[in-house]
């Protein structure tokens, strides 16, 4: 079995920071990436950040130069959220590509979701 473990949301004023983070715990053979999305009501969930196993990260442009992804081999990844804007407020998921133990093939771990509020 797997469980996913978030936390690090809460309210921040405009300009501040949030450290969002979520591990990964079970059987695991392996990770082949890490994302987080995001999730305003009545919109799609958007793609916020995306790294691979083997380093490469991929950026909304909306974040970019603003959020950083960082994945560990303690199996924990996080995002690393600056000069945060009212428009960030969102419900934070994060994504696992994850292998069990006994399976064939990575299928994909999603997290409960952290609110992050962002105040003007």
């Known amino acids: 079995q797997l469980q996913l473990a978030e936390s690090g949301g809460g309210l921040v004023q405009a300009g501040g920071s949030l450290r969002l983070s979520c591990a990964a715990s079970?059987?695991?053979?392996?990770?082949?990436?890490m994302a987080w999305y995001r999730q305003v009501p009545g919109k799609q969930r958007e793609l916020v950040a995306q790294?691979?196993?083997?380093?490469?990260t991929n950026y909304a442009d909306s974040v970019k130069g603003r959020f950083t992804i960082v994945g560990d081999a303690g199996k924990t990844v996080y995002l690393e959220m600056n000069s945060l804007k009212p428009e960030d407020t969102a419900v934070y998921l994060c994504?696992?590509?994850?292998?069990?133990?006994?399976?064939?093939?990575?299928?994909?771990?999603w997290g409960q979701g952290t609110q992050v509020t962002v105040s003007s």
């Open positions: 994504n696992l590509a994850i292998r069990l133990y006994g399976e064939g093939r990575a299928r994909d771990y």
């Open positions: 079970g059987s695991i053979f392996s990770i082949n990436a």
């Open positions: 790294i691979t196993s083997g380093g490469k």
